[in-house]
């Protein structure tokens, strides 16, 4: 089956960066686009950007442009998330989401059918 | 982009129905389908309920439909069930290549 499994929780100092990974299986990587999504502590979803699996194209969202990285590794599956310069307001659970198949290209924005369990990421001095 | 306007919070009856409105999606006739739901328990990762407005995925029950008018989107849930408290979220095209949540709604079941 189609499964998304993120690496585990992780605890930074102010400051730091943090890596996430998340391994894709059940399905032929290439075609789909990745997301993540971020949700602190109480809070709603909030985008953060995604990356086209089969050329590693990535779009950012602007709350995070220039802290964020996002990348891929064809031929381990596995899609990555690198924040830096974290702040408190960065604690929280991020999730890697795939887009939905959407035929012969690549879509980004019709929805996001199959989610990672979440990693949760602490920041805290 | 900022992020979608839904109501904090809705309540129904058990067999009742309601809607969840949200508003600020797109207008443009090239993404104006680009709405999607999710709902999410607590302590679990969100699930997609409706895409492209108004279309289920594969095992997600028909008492969950999708509208849009103008800016707005809306989600009803029909035969409101114990089973349907959760938040839900709705989501669009945000323009210039990116995507953007609502603020959420938490649906309690009476």
């Known amino acids: 089956q189609v499964q998304l499994v993120q690496s585990g929780a992780e605890v930074k100092m102010p400051g730091a960066s943090v890596k996430v990974s998340c391994k894709a299986s059940?399905?032929?990587?290439?075609?789909?686009?990745l997301h993540w999504v971020r949700q602190a502590p109480g809070q709603s979803l909030e985008w953060m950007g995604w990356i086209n699996a089969d050329n590693g194209y990535t779009s950012y969202s602007p709350s995070f442009e220039g802290r964020l990285t996002i990348t891929r590794d064809r031929p381990a599956t596995t899609v990555y998330m690198d924040l830096s310069g974290l702040t408190f307001e960065d604690t929280g659970l991020y999730y890697c989401?795939?887009?939905?198949?959407?035929?012969?290209?690549?879509?980004?924005?019709?929805?996001?059918?199959?989610w990672g369990q979440g990693t949760a990421v602490s920041v805290s001095s | 982009q900022s992020a979608l306007t839904q109501p904090a919070s809705v309540s129904g009856s058990p067999g009742q129905s309601i809607t969840i409105s949200c508003t600020g999606t797109p207008t443009d006739s090239g993404t104006y389908n680009l709405v999607s739901w999710y709902q999410q328990f607590p302590s679990r990762a969100p699930k997609l309920i409706l895409y492209e407005v108004s279309n289920r995925p594969s095992g997600v029950s028909d008492r969950f439909s999708g509208s849009r008018s103008g800016n707005t989107a809306s989600l009803t849930i029909s035969g409101l069930q114990a089973e349907d408290e959760a938040d839900y979220y709705c989501c669009s095209y945000g323009g210039s290549r990116t995507m953007v949540f609502g603020g959420g709604t938490k649906l309690t079941v009476l």
């Open positions: 059940g399905y032929t990587f290439s075609k789909n686009a």
């Open positions: 989401a795939r887009h939905l198949d959407s035929g012969d290209h690549i879509q980004y924005y019709y929805g996001l059918d199959v």
